[in-house]
């Protein structure tokens, strides 16, 4: 029987794997879109949609709970700003899994999990601007 098997433990100790699952749904809601391995991804895919669930329901208690899980305020404001907005009429599915090939090093097999409708622009969230080489000739030239 499979009783007591509800998670996959990805061979962690339970606080590194909540950390790990914190970490993964902070990058997930903030760049929309993330590569990892196959498991992770399947691991982390019930929890993600659970979190959009959570945002939709906009009440103080769901608020406090997402802060609990995600324990970053941007991630939460954007749960219940941008991401419940967008999937208010979707009962579910929020996010896929893409399989990727194998990852080089070591023949993983990885993955991309997206939201289903994404913003395209939330992947370049922290890339700078291309800085031209003029202008940094003339900071090295004026320093």
Request: charged share 35%.
């Amino acid at each position: 029987m499979r009783h007591g098997f509800a998670n996959k433990k990805l061979n962690r100790t339970s606080e590194h794997r909540k950390a790990l699952l914190k970490n993964m749904l902070n990058s997930l809601i903030k760049y929309e879109q993330i590569t990892t391995t196959l498991p992770k991804a399947k691991f982390l895919k019930p929890q993600a949609d659970k979190i959009i669930t959570l945002g939709k329901k906009e009440t103080l208690q769901t608020t406090k709970m997402l802060m609990t899980k995600l324990q970053d305020k941007t991630s939460a404001n954007k749960v219940t700003k941008t991401l419940s907005k967008r999937y208010e009429k979707r009962n579910g599915g929020y996010t896929r899994i893409i399989k990727a090939g194998f990852r080089y090093g070591d023949n993983a097999p990885m993955a991309v999990i997206e939201f289903v409708d994404r913003d395209v622009i939330a992947k370049r969230v922290d890339k700078k601007k291309e800085v031209s080489k003029d202008k940094e000739d003339k900071k090295i030239t004026t320093a």
